[in-house]
């Protein structure tokens, strides 16, 4: 596992969840868009959580089966599974015409299930790892 990898993963998860944010500030919300970037950024932060644990990331968009394989790594994600099913339908499908209605509700909840979510204790944790090996990446 390369740290570097991870890092990487949770910057490109950063930053799904921060267009969805800026997004979700405009008076015109695009409610599809938003809802797919909070897809976006927890696919992401799944996959960092997945190659530090020595799992290579299927190319996958769906978060419930990422998140069964981290439910098997650490019990702490099944706290979340709730919200990986939701935002699973924002994964792909919403990309495409006349899939789903998605409504402010929507776009409130999926921002604040991917708050939820890196926030967990094992993305939290890990998070705090990527920090000290940016601050001593010579360090084991």
């Not at 909840?109 to 705090?128: T, W």
Request: proline residues 4%.
């Amino acid at each position: 596992m390369e740290i570097d990898d991870v890092k990487e993963w949770f910057q490109i998860a950063d930053d799904d969840f921060y267009s969805a944010q800026i997004l979700y500030e405009q008076v015109r919300k695009p409610y599809e868009i938003i809802c797919y970037h909070c897809a976006q950024a927890v696919e992401k932060y799944l996959k960092g959580y997945l190659t530090y644990q020595n799992e290579i990331p299927e190319k996958t968009h769906n978060l419930t089966y990422l998140g069964r394989i981290c439910i098997e790594k650490d019990i702490e994600f099944t706290n979340v599974k709730f919200e990986f099913d939701f935002l699973n339908r924002y994964a792909n499908d919403i990309r495409y015409p006349h899939k789903y209605e998605v409504n402010e509700n929507d776009t409130k909840f999926s921002i604040s299930a991917v708050e939820k979510i890196k926030n967990i204790k094992p993305l939290a944790e890990l998070k705090i790892i990527i920090q000290k090996y940016e601050k001593h990446p010579n360090v084991d």
